[in-house]
């Protein structure tokens, strides 16, 4: 940080003091959501706080004793503008706490701002490899997952089903980029063979030169992370073109997640590998999924127990220090610490603050992602570069 920036800062930290200072006397927490609510993200975003909410709600609207207040800014998935709204909601809003966002490279802004002021992030899906990666930090948390575990878990599961060649298409940006490196990076262990990486840029959906290649490159298989609106018209585009009684298509599990009701027949049988899915045999999950449908008339998502399991992570940190969210190492500390009890199954953080948890196969059944197994127990992102 140069000078000029550390006193910007430093003047920050005091009129967040004196807000802080008044916030506590009124025993109240400023949640701040930064999250996509327009554009082929919104619903995403939209589950995230529903989750969150719902956590909050179930605890008489307070965490660690103290009352939840919540902002909000439409991120719009743009990393451009990313540094400015993360700027509205930690200097303007004197937020506590941020939570957010969906798109990877807004995310790696926010993580940014996040190093550099030491304001609390935390990621409720954004799985940005360098977010608990290089650029890991005390303050920095992510309920979610990296973007390289369920694209690592698919490539053992597709070279264990015997698929040798796979193209790859995806989105051209981080999220993409990482899925897809995962995927590779297991599969060619497993004894496969990359035969090409199509991407489109974000957020475009116009696939269908892309689909002739693919049917004109024969591979065994096709892996692809396409996530929100975009995911539902690839499967729709991919079934369209003829090509999925042909070559069939595998995914990161977004690909059929809060999407099934809109790709309907074209989406039935895919094989996905997720941290969440239909059908799993616990408690937890089935009260979560209760409370959900009651308060919102939705099923939730993978992203509702993400933003669920965000206000829980809050929660262990606020109870740690009874409120007092002027002693941050200390609530730091109990939060890298937690078990969080989620619909997903219980998980714990990595050194780097990221979910080590149980990798899903599920399948297209109807309306659901109904799992089949689990394709990797307790799996840890690596957190290359990480130094905390
Ligand atoms: C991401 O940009 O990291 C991202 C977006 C949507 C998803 C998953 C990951 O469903």
Not at 6 to 24: D, L
Not at 59 to 75: P, S
Not at 251 to 275: S, W, Y
Not at 367 to 376: C, E, R
Request: charged letters at 20%.
């Amino acid at each position: 940080m140069d000078r000029r920036h550390a006193v910007k800062w430093a003047a920050a930290a005091v009129v967040a003091a004196m807000a802080g200072g008044a916030a506590a006397q009124t025993g109240s927490i400023k949640v701040g959501f930064m999250l996509p609510y327009t554009g082929t993200y919104a619903a995403l975003g939209t589950a995230i706080e529903n989750g969150f909410r719902l956590y909050v709600g179930e605890q008489g609207g307070t965490l660690g004793g103290q009352k939840i207040e919540f902002v909000r800014v439409d991120d719009e998935s743009d990393p451009s503008k990313a540094t400015d709204n993360v700027n509205k909601l930690i200097k303007r809003d004197q937020v506590d706490v941020v939570v957010g966002t969906v798109h990877s490279g807004v995310a790696m802004a926010m993580a940014k701002v996040a190093r550099d002021s030491g304001a609390l992030l935390i990621v409720p899906n954004a799985g940005a490899d360098a977010v608990t990666g290089p650029m890991c930090a005390p303050n920095i948390f992510r309920t979610s997952f990296s973007n390289w575990q369920p694209g690592y878990a698919m490539g053992e599961v597709m070279a264990k089903r015997g698929h040798k060649t796979a193209v790859t298409i995806t989105w051209k940006y981080a999220a993409g980029d990482e899925s897809v490196n995962g995927f590779k990076e297991s599969f060619t262990k497993g004894g496969g063979k990359i035969v090409k990486d199509l991407t489109v840029p974000f957020p475009t959906v116009e696939f269908q030169s892309l689909l002739t290649e693919i049917a004109s490159l024969k591979p065994d298989a096709v892996y692809t992370f396409f996530a929100g609106g975009g995911a539902v018209k690839f499967v729709k585009d991919y079934a369209a073109a003829g090509l999925g009684k042909s070559i069939p298509l595998y995914g990161a599990g977004f690909l059929t997640d809060g999407t099934l009701e809109a790709q309907g027949d074209a989406a039935q049988g895919l094989l996905t590998t997720l941290h969440y899915a239909d059908g799993l045999d616990n408690p937890r999950d089935k009260a979560f999924r209760l409370g959900y449908a009651k308060a919102y008339k939705l099923q939730p998502d993978v992203y509702a127990v993400q933003g669920y399991d965000a206000a829980q992570l809050l929660g262990v940190g606020l109870a740690a220090v009874k409120g007092d969210k002027g002693k941050r190492d200390a609530m730091y500390a109990a939060m890298a610490k937690a078990r969080i009890d989620s619909p997903r199954g219980a998980f714990t953080l990595s050194k780097s603050h990221n979910p080590v948890q149980n990798i899903y196969l599920r399948k297209v059944e109807g309306k659901v992602n109904q799992v089949q197994s689990v394709a990797i127990k307790a799996l840890a992102d690596p957190g290359r570069g990480c130094r905390m």
